[in-house]
């Protein structure tokens, strides 16, 4: 056994080094029945098979690697796993049909709290949180803690399922809900990529985020950041529907067309915003108490009405 799981190795290494996606795309029933052997070595010490397996699986940039006819094992393999296992092989689960996936969420949150941050485990944890994320009945089950893994902004893969599912409007509803605007732009700066477009009602969504949490005038910082990772998407776009193909299969031309469009619309929202809480900084009148009395900026030049606007903010705290 252990000459033939030398040769697999072998042929597995030759492929990835080999930088073509192909034949571990068209190989993969086979390298993926190899799974339940992997997740098992790994638990007994043995590591090697189950890194040349997730090694196999990213460079495939397939988010449908790993086969169905393995998904009755993987609840018995991983639920006796080591934390670490468990959330390498979790980006890798079926979240969205798989019979034992409640079962996995309670392990899976556990070994979240339980593993050391390294870039390899932040980016399964962020993949993995975003899939089940956009599953209605698994959602409500994720640990608020868990939501601040977003913070760290792991890479992405261009095949990212988590990318893919983690616009979803519900989605978005969730991560608003937290009420903590650095999670929420973490967020966007992690779903927000050339590889993929948005949902639309998880657009829609974003669209409102932007002007109902991030359009007050303390937020300037959180706009600048958002602005930036939206340049750097569309200026990533603007190389072509050939370069995005390259390394990532699931585009296809026209989506490159939506993508332009709808990134485009979310800078100028957030422009449009930014401009705004710029000129209410430029002309509501400077309030401050000094010795009992009201002092006021400019306030001949300011319209009645904000006057009193000004006061009722003053009174109210």
Same mark, same amino acid.
Not at 95 to 124: F, K, M
Not at 151 to 178: D, T
Not at 297 to 303: F, G, H
């Given at each position: 056994?252990?000459?033939?799981?030398?040769?697999?190795?072998?042929?597995?290494?030759?492929?990835?080094?080999?930088?073509?996606?192909?034949?571990?795309?068209?190989?993969?029933?086979?390298?993926?029945?190899?799974?339940?052997?992997?997740?098992?070595?790994?638990?007994?010490g043995?590591?090697?098979?189950?890194?040349?397996?997730?090694?196999?699986?990213?460079?495939?940039?397939?988010t449908?690697?790993?086969?169905?006819?393995v998904?009755?094992?993987?609840?018995?393999?991983?639920?006796?796993?080591?934390?670490?296992?468990?959330?390498?092989?979790?980006?890798?689960?079926?979240?969205?049909?798989?019979?034992?996936?409640?079962d996995?969420?309670?392990?899976?949150?556990?070994?979240?709290?339980?593993?050391?941050?390294?870039?390899?485990?932040?980016?399964?944890?962020?993949?993995t949180l975003?899939?089940?994320?956009?599953?209605?009945?698994?959602?409500?089950?994720?640990?608020v803690?868990?939501?601040?893994?977003?913070?760290?902004k792991?890479?992405?893969?261009?095949?990212?399922?988590?990318?893919?599912?983690?616009?979803?409007?519900?989605?978005?509803?969730?991560?608003?809900?937290?009420?903590?605007?650095?999670i929420?732009?973490?967020?966007?700066?992690?779903?927000?990529s050339?590889?993929?477009?948005?949902?639309?009602?998880?657009?829609?969504?974003?669209?409102?985020?932007?002007? =109902?949490?991030?359009?007050?005038?303390k #937020?300037?910082?959180?706009? +600048?950041? $958002?602005?930036?990772r *939206?340049?750097? %998407?569309? /200026?990533?776009?603007?190389?072509?529907?050939?370069?995005?193909?390259?390394?990532?299969?699931?585009? =296809?031309?026209?989506?490159?067309?939506? #993508?332009?469009?709808?990134? +485009?619309? $979310?800078k100028?929202? *957030?422009?449009? %915003?930014? /401009?705004?809480?710029?000129?209410?900084?430029?002309?509501?009148?400077?309030?401050?108490?000094?010795?009992?009395?009201?002092?006021?900026?400019?306030?001949s030049?300011?319209?009645?009405? $904000?006057?009193?606007?000004?006061?009722y903010?003053?009174?109210?705290?």
């Amino acid at each position: 056994m252990e000459q033939v799981t030398a040769l697999i190795t072998q042929k597995l290494e030759e492929m990835i080094a080999a930088e073509d996606t192909q034949p571990l795309r068209s190989g993969r029933k086979a390298i993926t029945a190899l799974f339940p052997y992997a997740v098992w070595q790994e638990r007994n010490g043995q590591h090697e098979m189950f890194a040349i397996f997730l090694r196999a699986a990213r460079a495939s940039n397939y988010t449908g690697f790993v086969w169905h006819h393995v998904h009755p094992f993987v609840h018995t393999l991983l639920g006796k796993a080591d934390p670490r296992t468990i959330l390498l092989a979790s980006p890798h689960v079926p979240w969205d049909s798989w019979i034992g996936r409640q079962d996995l969420i309670q392990p899976w949150t556990a070994a979240v709290h339980n593993v050391a941050y390294t870039e390899e485990v932040g980016q399964s944890v962020v993949d993995t949180l975003l899939q089940i994320a956009a599953e209605d009945e698994l959602l409500p089950q994720i640990d608020v803690d868990v939501w601040s893994w977003l913070n760290k902004k792991p890479p992405l893969p261009p095949a990212c399922l988590g990318r893919v599912f983690g616009s979803y409007s519900h989605v978005v509803k969730a991560v608003r809900g937290l009420k903590d605007a650095e999670i929420l732009k973490s967020y966007l700066l992690l779903v927000w990529s050339e590889w993929d477009s948005l949902w639309p009602h998880g657009f829609d969504e974003m669209c409102a985020s932007i002007r =109902e949490d991030f359009g007050r005038i303390k #937020m300037g910082h959180h706009r +600048a950041e $958002l602005i930036q990772r *939206l340049d750097q %998407v569309l /200026e990533r776009l603007e190389l072509g529907f050939g370069y995005l193909n390259e390394h990532n299969p699931y585009p =296809e031309e026209h989506d490159l067309m939506a #993508m332009q469009m709808q990134y +485009a619309a $979310l800078k100028a929202i *957030l422009l449009e %915003v930014d /401009e705004e809480t710029k000129k209410l900084t430029g002309t509501y009148p400077r309030l401050s108490i000094h010795f009992g009395r009201l002092i006021s900026a400019d306030i001949s030049r300011a319209p009645h009405n $904000l006057y009193v606007c000004a006061a009722y903010m003053l009174v109210m705290g």
